[in-house]
C-alpha cells in the first residue's frame, strides 16, 4: 500500500503532464504571435491592477472587440495595450470598449459637458457675488450693512 504523501506526488505529476499537454499548443500560438508583432510581454513591475486576486498577465496579445455605441468590430492592439497599461498608466482590468471614431465623439461630448458645467458654476459664483455686497464696501458707501441672521431660539 502506498503512503498519502506519495500517492499526492503522483497526482500532481499527473495533473502538470495534463496542464503541459494542453498548453502546448497554446504556447506555440502564442510564439507566432511574438514573431508577427502581435503579441508584446508586459512589463509587470510597471502594471496596476485594482483586481483581486492580483492578475497580471505575461503578454498583450491582439484582443478583437465590438464597439459598445456602432457594433464594428475592431482590434484593440498589443502596442496600443502597452501604451495604455504602461505609459498612461491605466489599471490591467480597464480594456477598450469603443472604436476608435466613437473614442473621439465620446471624449468630445465629454468635454462639452465639462465646460457647460464649469460655465455654470462661474456664472452662478459671479451672481452671488452681486447679490451679496460685503460690510466693508457697505461702510464705505454709508449704506445700511448687510442684515445678519443669527440662529437664536426665539422665546
Ligand atoms: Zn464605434
Redo the contacts with the bound molecule.
Keep these: 500500500m502506498k503512503s498519502n504523501k506519495k500517492r499526492r506526488e503522483e497526482l500532481r505529476k499527473r495533473r502538470e503532464k495534463k496542464e503541459e499537454k494542453l498548453a502546448a499548443p497554446e504556447r506555440e500560438r502564442l510564439l507566432d504571435e511574438i514573431a508577427a508583432g502581435h503579441a508584446l510581454g508586459v512589463s509587470k513591475s510597471e502594471v496596476v491592477s485594482h483586481g483581486y486576486p492580483y492578475r497580471i498577465p505575461n503578454y498583450y496579445r491582439d484582443m478583437p472587440f465590438v ?1 459598445r ?2 457594433g ?1 468590430s475592431e482590434v484593440w492592439t498589443a502596442k496600443q495595450q502597452k501604451w495604455w497599461h504602461e505609459v498612461v498608466k491605466v489599471e490591467i482590468e480597464s480594456t477598450a470598449v ?2 476608435r ?2 473614442r473621439t465623439i465620446e471624449r468630445d461630448r465629454k468635454r462639452a459637458v465639462r465646460e457647460a458645467h464649469l460655465a455654470g458654476l462661474k456664472l452662478k459664483a459671479e451672481k452671488k457675488k452681486k447679490s451679496e455686497p460685503n460690510q466693508a464696501l457697505c461702510q464705505r458707501r454709508g449704506c445700511a450693512p448687510p442684515r445678519q441672521i443669527y440662529n437664536v431660539r426665539q422665546r
Design positions: 464597439c455605441d456602432c464594428k469603443r472604436c471614431r466613437c
